[in-house]
């Protein structure tokens, strides 16, 4: 199998919010982050099969691009977002959605926990080059968890937000 090179992207700006954004933008945006978040996962795909890193200098810059867009992500959702959502859903009398968006809330906050965790702990080359075998581990439980929790908040998140801010 051919190895795909990693390559790294350029940051972009961020939306404003889901109350700026009465057309849908925002989603838009953050299905957007999900595709961009799965796809740099499924580029490590054939260093954690193999569990044989080429270039390391390259796999750390790659991984601190997986990094800084999971927690610009999850810090958006955290400030923006899940917010919003429960300002709109009870403005429009939608309290119904509250528990459920509490619910996605704690989650979130699990899940960023682990994911910060993860990239603290192997935040330097040596890091990974120490313990290969539990950064592997480590990546495969984040992944899970990642894609775990992109996959709820399509299926479950996206819903409400169509109900509150689209009319």
């Known amino acids: 199998m051919e190895r795909q090179p990693l390559r790294t992207e350029e940051p972009r700006t961020r939306h404003p919010g889901p109350e700026k954004s009465p057309e849908g933008g925002f989603i838009k945006e953050m299905e957007e982050d999900h595709g961009r978040i ?33 927690v610009e992500h999850l810090k958006m959702e955290d400030e923006l977002f899940y917010q919003s959502l429960k ?64 996959s709820k908040e399509e299926r479950g998140l996206f819903y409400i937000y169509g109900t509150c801010f689209l009319d």
């Open 87 to 150: 300002e709109k859903a009870i403005e429009k009398k939608q309290d119904g959605f509250l528990p459920v968006i509490d619910l996605y809330k704690e989650s979130m906050f699990v899940v960023s926990r682990k994911v910060l965790s993860f990239f603290s702990r192997y935040r330097e080359e040596e890091d990974i080059s120490v313990d290969p075998e539990g950064f592997f581990s480590s990546f495969k439980d984040i992944r899970y968890e990642i894609l775990k929790r992109i």
């Open 38 to 70: 799965k796809k740099l996962i499924k580029e490590f795909e054939p260093v954690v099969s193999s569990r044989v890193i080429e270039d390391m200098v390259l796999f750390r810059k790659k991984l601190k691009e997986l990094e800084d867009v999971v």
